[in-house]
């Protein structure tokens, strides 16, 4: 029978479920409401649907390369609980294998990608969401490559509360590019060099600094120079090449990459759950939401 979206609606309204999982809910069913609500519950994907509304903020981050290939991606989850389960741990390194393998745009079209194991990325992680009780995102990934002169970076720290993946040409020598991305783990540079920054960036910057200069009552023929004097050290604040290298604060990271022949390309930082509101949940609360799952 042809499927209509008054009954693709119906059927998300009863199940919670996606716009695309209900037509293909009642398309594999014939149309038969039932059925297709116990087509999305067996695939996980009703059950899926009802946590939908739950905070995502705890997980990991990964980093895999192959070749001259590498990804970083961050997956979500409820609780570090559940960030530490092998369940969990397995779905992450097999979504870095898909997006080192497919390598799509963005989550959207990753979502929509078919596996190795021939369900969609999206499908996958319902399943596992079903499987493992709580809600699970991918929230994002990068892709980088580099030449066969570079070097990847790979670094997690604190089992994945942290990843960085730093990407230098010049040289194939891995450790110097991991050194870059430990820096960056522990000191958050915004940017690689000055030139990332954007000019409005700096011009607010500037106008800030000459406020607290005029505001501190020093003369104004002086307050031009106080102020490229604070902006130096705003660049070394967000700029990784300009920060003091943490294995050596007598250099800067810049002059040491270049010490071995080498520059940075490129930088990616996640820090699990950053950007995302965390629930208020107290230990015990969480521990007892746990149990009673």
């Known amino acids: 029978m042809a499927i209509t979206a008054q009954m693709v609606k119906e059927l998300r309204e009863k199940t919670g479920a996606g716009m695309m999982d209900c037509k293909k809910a009642l ?30 903020a705890e ?11 590498a990804v970083i991606l961050e997956v979500n ?3 570090d609980f559940v960030a530490k389960n092998e369940g969990f741990q397995a779905l992450v390194k097999e979504l870095a294998d898909h997006l080192l393998a497919k390598k799509p745009a963005n989550v959207e079209e990753a979502l929509d990608q078919e596996m190795a194991n021939g369900k969609s990325v999206g499908e996958y992680i319902n399943e596992s969401i079903a499987k493992i009780g709580e809600k ?12 066969d002169n570079g070097a990847f970076g790979e670094y997690l720290h604190m089992g994945g509360r942290i990843g960085v993946l730093t990407v230098i040409e010049g040289t194939t020598d891995a450790s110097v590019a991991k050194d870059v991305a430990m820096h960056s783990a522990a000191l958050n540079p915004k940017y690689i060099s000055r030139d990332a920054v954007s000019e409005e960036e700096v011009a607010r910057e500037r106008e800030v600094l000459t406020q607290q200069a005029l505001n501190e009552g020093k003369p104004e023929n002086i307050v031009a120079k106080m102020v490229e004097g604070r902006l130096s050290k705003f660049f070394e ?3 990784l090449v300009d920060q003091p290298f943490v294995k050596n604060p007598d250099e800067k990271v810049g002059k040491f990459v270049q010490s071995k022949g080498a520059e940075i390309t490129a930088l990616v930082r996640y820090e699990v759950g950053e950007g995302i509101e965390k629930r208020q949940d107290n230990f015990a609360e969480e521990v007892m939401n746990q149990i009673k799952k």
Do not use: H, P, V, W
């Open 27 to 56: 398309t594999e069913t014939g149309g038969d409401m039932e059925q297709a609500i116990d087509f999305l519950r067996e695939k996980g994907i009703a059950k899926a649907a009802k946590k939908s509304d739950r905070i995502a």
């Open 237 to 239: 604040d967000i700029c």
């Open 136 to 147: 699970l995102t991918l929230r994002r990934f990068e892709i980088k490559t580099k030449s």
């Open 77 to 79: 989850s409820e609780t």
């Open 59 to 69: 997980g990991t981050t990964f980093i895999k390369s192959e070749g001259n290939d």
